[in-house]
């Protein structure tokens, strides 16, 4: 018997440490004190209590569900003494073994694991024969006796530690049924109590896997302001129960809290990376029943958007048009929306084709159309611009006709500046100190017969003419501005034309040729000759110049 306990153990411990994949211990062994109150049946001994103890070995097949092998022995020494009448008839002694086998449910989580079981088998004793001879008369004998046994119960495990734990009580009710060996048919069933105590060993299973989370983000990339979905998955939680979620982001909004996905809301957030991170729980564990876990998601750079512009003509005239054009195109994709400005002209349209008109303020000046995209999601904007000129008008200028004076009265000296040419010089002066820009073409004509004789004779009259404008008058005009010319055959007389500064318009060209001032000597109105020494008698005329060239043209 001794031999086949032991061998229990030892293979009990080796199946025990070849199971460490479990969660559940594969093998329990309780080791302990136990007692019976054992009531025999027997009058007129009522109860008595027997103690000892021994192990149970305990194979779990799944988390509550095991099979356990129970086997206890307990002895009787001097200590009971029966009696009959008040008279002491001696000392009792013997022992007593069960061995029984059968099914146990037990809880295997947390601290206090309660448990129950039902077993059966056989009991072996002595005690219950020598009470029967003792006290009924039996026939002598050795007194030793089998019987059936079964026990029900339960009791409840402290766990201390994953392979140890403290059994502080079991408690069974323990039936038997032994038969007298020496009276026949002689058969008694015996309802006792027993009691069981000690320490616990556990072997096989292993230990809790530790839960954990994984998050996930999609898209992992987004622009600002679009959403981002993260969920959250658990591993090695108890798979009925229900989890809950908790959700913080670096960036953004989550949706919800306590979901397995969210969205993020990512309005106003700069470009970067962000995170968000799920807190996993199982609230009906209290150990072992939490899990983080993060994900990462990324705000892009948006980029702005790429435009050309481009004129249909890039010079136009007064009141003529361009077409001012923008090609544009955003890289994110997002819809545009366009404007535009301009430096002059007027601008009419919108989108991305607008027409420029040039006014009479344009006129020598460059228009610049600058058009701007923008675009619709992050505001960013691009320009860009196309120049347009407007050439100046080109005023022109006409010649004007001021006058002229003769030189009929004095046929002695036609080339002087009489009175009445004097009083006409001398307002004429005044009118050209009146106008700062422009000046004055002084055209000395002759006639026929002049012509003839003396053909420098026009020259010399605008010659003296500019002289008494420019140093004999009272109203001296800047020489520079009075130009002397060698007119045609028109008669006596010297013909004043103003010309204003600019070009001359429709092909004008001034009257006569340039005199040449080195050649052709100024004469005063007071002198009778030219204001240097001169060979001419006072009657003669001035001697006859080279034939005058042809009329130049405008300068």
């Not at 049924?177 to 020496?182: I, L, V, W």
């Not at 003509?313 to 929306?337: C, H, K, N, Y």
């Not at 040729?513 to 052709?520: F, I, P, S």
Request: proline fraction near 6%; hydrophobic fraction near 35%; charge should be neutral.
């Amino acid at each position: 018997m001794k031999k086949a306990f032991l061998l229990c153990i030892g293979l009990t411990l080796a199946l025990g440490l070849t199971a460490w994949a479990q969660d559940v211990p594969t093998v329990e062994i309780p080791l302990g004190f136990s007692m019976i109150n054992v009531h025999p049946n027997l009058n007129p001994i009522t109860s008595f209590n027997v103690f000892g103890g021994g192990g149970q070995i305990d194979f779990n097949f799944g988390n509550y569900f095991g099979i356990k092998a129970d086997l206890m022995g307990y002895t009787q020494g001097s200590g009971l003494r029966v009696s009959q009448n008040g008279q002491f008839l001696g000392n009792l002694k013997g022992n007593v073994f069960t061995y029984m086998f059968g099914p146990q449910i037990k809880k295997h989580t947390g601290v206090f694991q309660p448990f129950a079981e039902a077993l059966f088998g056989a009991a072996h004793t002595n005690l219950y024969g020598n009470i029967c001879r003792l006290e009924v008369g039996c026939l002598s004998g050795s007194g030793d006796n089998n019987g059936f046994a079964m026990a029900f119960g339960g009791g409840i495990d402290l766990r201390v530690s994953r392979h140890f734990a403290i059994r502080p009580v079991e408690a069974d009710y323990l039936f038997t049924r032994f038969t007298a060996n020496h009276v026949a048919n002689y058969t008694a069933n015996q309802n006792n109590f027993r009691y069981f105590g000690g320490i616990e060993f556990m072997f096989g299973g292993a230990p809790p896997v530790p839960v954990t989370a994984s998050c996930s983000a999609s898209p992992a990339e987004v622009w600002s302001g679009d959403p981002v979905t993260v969920t959250g998955t658990g591993a090695n939680f108890k798979p009925k129960h229900t989890l809950t979620y908790a959700w913080t982001a670096t960036g953004g909004k989550p949706s919800a809290t306590n979901a397995q996905s969210t969205k993020i809301d990512t309005t106003g957030l700069a470009p970067g990376s962000y995170s968000a991170t799920a807190t996993i729980a199982d609230p009906k564990e209290k150990k072992n029943n939490t899990a983080t876990c993060s994900a990462s998601f990324t705000i892009k750079q948006p980029q702005p958007p790429v435009v050309s512009c481009s004129a249909t003509l890039t010079t136009i005239a007064i009141g003529e048009t361009a077409t001012i054009t923008m090609t544009a195109s955003d890289p994110q994709g997002w819809p545009l929306t366009y404007s535009w400005t301009n430096s002059g002209g007027t601008m009419s349209g919108s989108g991305t084709s607008v027409t420029v008109t040039a006014t009479n303020a344009d006129a020598g000046n460059t228009i610049t159309a600058s058009g701007t995209a923008t675009d619709a999601h992050a505001n960013l904007s691009a320009s860009c611009s196309a120049s347009i000129n407007v050439p100046g008008v080109k005023s022109c200028t006409t010649i004007e006709d001021w006058g002229e004076c003769t030189f009929e009265k004095n046929p002695k000296k036609p080339w002087r500046v009489d009175n009445d040419c004097k009083d006409t010089l001398d307002k004429l002066s005044l009118r050209l100190q009146q106008m700062p820009n422009g000046k004055l073409d002084i055209v000395g004509y002759t006639n026929q017969e002049e012509s003839v004789n003396v053909q420098t004779l026009g020259a010399q009259r605008s010659v003296n003419v500019k002289y008494y404008l420019t140093t004999d008058g009272p109203n001296k005009v800047d020489a520079s501005r009075v130009t002397p010319r060698q007119g045609d055959v028109k008669g006596q007389a010297t013909h004043f034309y103003f010309v204003p500064e600019g070009t001359l318009c429709g092909g004008q060209l001034e009257e006569g040729t340039v005199v040449d001032e080195t050649q052709v000597q100024p004469q005063s109105r007071a002198s009778s000759g030219p204001t240097k020494k001169s060979h001419h008698k006072a009657k003669a005329a001035p001697a006859a110049p080279a034939a005058a060239p042809a009329a130049a043209p405008q300068q």
